[in-house]
């Protein structure tokens, strides 16, 4: 399996801040890389595909880049709904895999 | 508008097996994937599998393979997931959701169901 590393697994952020996180693929996955955000008690919602498709309905301060094995996720002015758990997900192979996981937590 | 509405929360007995659903509406069954994912308490996403809407292929993550049944009924355009040999961790919150590959050519889960907790413990 294609394992995911996100980093930080942990972030502390004021609202209005910039926020980047990383996610890094044990191989290369092309732009097969997407982004949820899930909120305490909630289902995932799907924010980034294709690594930088800005899901519908998905605000236009999230933004996503890379292609290969490096991937981002920004945020590029923190709101209060933002302080979520962020997961990557590559779909390159048919077996997909998940990253561990981000939590953004109020600074 | 899209909806995946998953069955109720149930609580099992190492060694059962339990048979999830997940009803969809909104738009045609058929020209979308199912996935399965699973997120055991305080943990992450782990993907379980997915299933062709169109014809029935199936592919399951290694970890849970041979232990897992995904199947679909496209007469009442609802998945399936029947998971056997229950441990306790198994205990997790199961999601249903809608897998873009056989349409959008890439694939990504664009609707979620609200889950459903299965609990194993003797």
């Known amino acids: 399996d294609i394992q995911m590393t996100q980093s930080p697994s942990s972030l502390s952020a004021s609202i209005g801040d910039r926020v980047t996180i990383t996610c890094r693929a044990s191989?290369?996955?092309?732009?097969?890389l997407n982004w949820y955000q899930q909120r305490p008690g909630e289902a995932p919602k799907l924010l980034i595909f294709?690594?930088?498709g800005l899901q519908s309905g998905a605000p236009s301060r999230f933004s996503g880049s890379g292609s290969g094995t490096d991937f981002t996720l920004t945020i590029s002015s923190l709101q209060p709904e933002d302080f979520a758990t962020y997961y990557c997900?590559?779909?390159?192979?048919?077996?997909?895999?998940f990253g561990r996981g981000t939590k953004l937590e109020i600074k | 508008q899209v909806q995946l509405v998953q069955s109720g929360a149930v609580l099992k007995r190492p060694g059962a097996s339990v048979r999830l659903s997940c009803k969809a509406s909104?738009?045609?069954?058929?020209?979308?994937?199912i996935s399965w994912v699973r997120q055991a308490p305080g943990q992450g996403l782990e993907w379980l599998g997915w299933?062709?809407?169109?014809?029935?292929?199936?592919l399951y993550a290694l970890n849970v393979q041979g232990r897992v049944t995904m199947t679909t009924d496209t007469s009442t355009s609802t998945a399936y997931l029947e998971l056997r040999g229950l441990r306790s961790d198994d205990t997790a919150i199961y999601y249903c959701?809608?897998?873009?590959?056989?349409?959008?050519?890439?694939?990504?889960?664009?609707?979620w169901g609200q889950g459903t907790l299965v609990s194993v413990s003797s």
């Open positions: 299933i062709s809407t169109f014809n029935g292929n199936t």
């Open positions: 959701a809608r897998d873009s590959k056989m349409t959008k050519g890439m694939a990504f889960f664009d609707d």
């Open positions: 909104g738009y045609t069954f058929t020209t979308y994937g």
């Open positions: 997900q590559q779909t390159y192979s048919p077996r997909y895999t």
């Open positions: 294709g690594a930088s």
């Open positions: 191989q290369t996955i092309s732009q097969y």
